[in-house]
Structure formats: C-alpha cells, structure tokens
C-alpha cells in the first residue's frame, strides 16, 4: 500500500486506474474496509473520518473484489471476469 497524496490529482480527486498500466485501483479506510474509487472519492464527510481512504493497490488478480461501501465488484487486472466463466 502506498500514500495517497502522491496520486491524487490536482483537484484532490483519487484515480481509479495507475498509470502507467491502467491497472485498476482499490482502497482501503482506516478500518480495512475495501472502497471502489468513485466511493473513495465521496468519503469526505469530516463527521466519519474512519470511512476516508487511507491506503491504495491495484486489484491485480482477485475477481471477487467489491466495494464495502456500494457493493460495486471492483475489475481486476489479470483474473478471469465472472462473465468469461459463464461462458465457458
């Protein structure tokens, strides 16, 4: 896990893919809760600090990541999506 100032942007916002790579992004609170990036970006309420982003990695092979806040099923870089075994 890495700092987050160093990725934000010049708005404060947090990206949902790394560059370079375009790899996708998760985050974690103060609680190790998992939150997608577009729930990390909304978690500014100063009244519930546990629930900012504190932390971040690239979701690199786990399919069955999701977001504890919205229950969003975050995309991994290189794991098999769920739609790929229905397939098979």
């Excluded at 600090?49 to 999701?66: C, I, K, M, R, T």
Aim: one cysteine or more; hydrophobic letters at 30%; proline letters at 9%.
């Amino acid at each position: 896990m890495s700092k987050l100032d160093e990725i934000r942007d010049s708005k404060g916002n947090l990206p949902s893919f790394a560059w370079p790579g375009g790899y996708p992004l998760f985050y974690l609170d103060r609680k190790d809760n998992v939150l997608c990036p577009k729930c990390s970006n909304e978690a500014k309420d100063p009244d519930w600090p546990d629930d900012h982003p504190v932390a971040y990695a690239v979701n690199w092979e786990d399919p069955s990541l999701f977001c504890d806040a919205c229950s969003d099923r975050i995309e991994s870089a290189y794991a098999d999506d769920e739609s790929d075994e229905s397939e098979e």
